[in-house]
């Protein structure tokens, strides 16, 4: 039980939200011509670019937050609402991935591994397509709209007009 625990909380969880944060970057490149930049940690200074493929600039530190960041102002309503969807789908897909894996294990570490990795993506989907600002107590995301709220916000603005 400590190898799975240990595996998924230094592993597991970064490499999760890693792929979430991959797959807004995916709505990018996919649907525009911008560059993005993918961040595990801190979105600032610090945070120095480790490589990059095709458009998709990576800056890794070990952590349990990221961030992908690109001129929001390049991309029409149809690219920006692909790209804010394109996290929570990852998660979403992850999510069902662990959660197949989980069900046809049967050895109890890589089971509990898998079962922690369907709960951190189920809760990413869920804390990421729910429309909400996240709260103070959530440090890294303190104020900042969730995937979900800045498709909202971006539909609501559109029929505004």
């Known amino acids: 039980m400590m ?34 930049h993918v ?35 390049k991309l029409t309503k149809l690219q920006f609402t692909i790209m804010s969807i ?9 999510f069902s991935a662990s959660y197949f894996l989980m069900v046809g294990l049967s050895h109890f570490e890589p089971k509990n591994f898998f079962k922690g990795m369907t709960i951190i993506n189920f809760v990413l989907f869920i804390s990421t397509i729910i429309p909400i600002r996240y709260p103070n107590w959530i440090k890294p995301y303190a104020g900042l709209s969730s995937d979900g709220y800045q498709i909202l916000k971006l539909f609501k603005d559109d029929n505004s007009k």
Do not use: M
């Not at 979105?43 to 929001?72: P, T």
């Open 3 to 36: 190898i799975s625990f240990i595996l998924f909380y230094l592993i597991g969880i970064p490499i999760s939200v890693l792929l979430h944060e991959i797959g807004h970057a995916l709505g990018v490149v996919l649907f525009s011509n911008e560059e993005t």
């Open 39 to 73: 961040y595990l940690g801190s979105k600032n200074d610090s945070n120095n670019e480790n490589f990059q493929l095709g458009r998709i600039h990576f800056h890794i530190n070990w952590a349990y937050f990221g961030f992908c960041a690109v001129n929001k102002n």
């Open 86 to 94: 394109g996290g929570p789908i990852v998660s979403l897909i992850l």
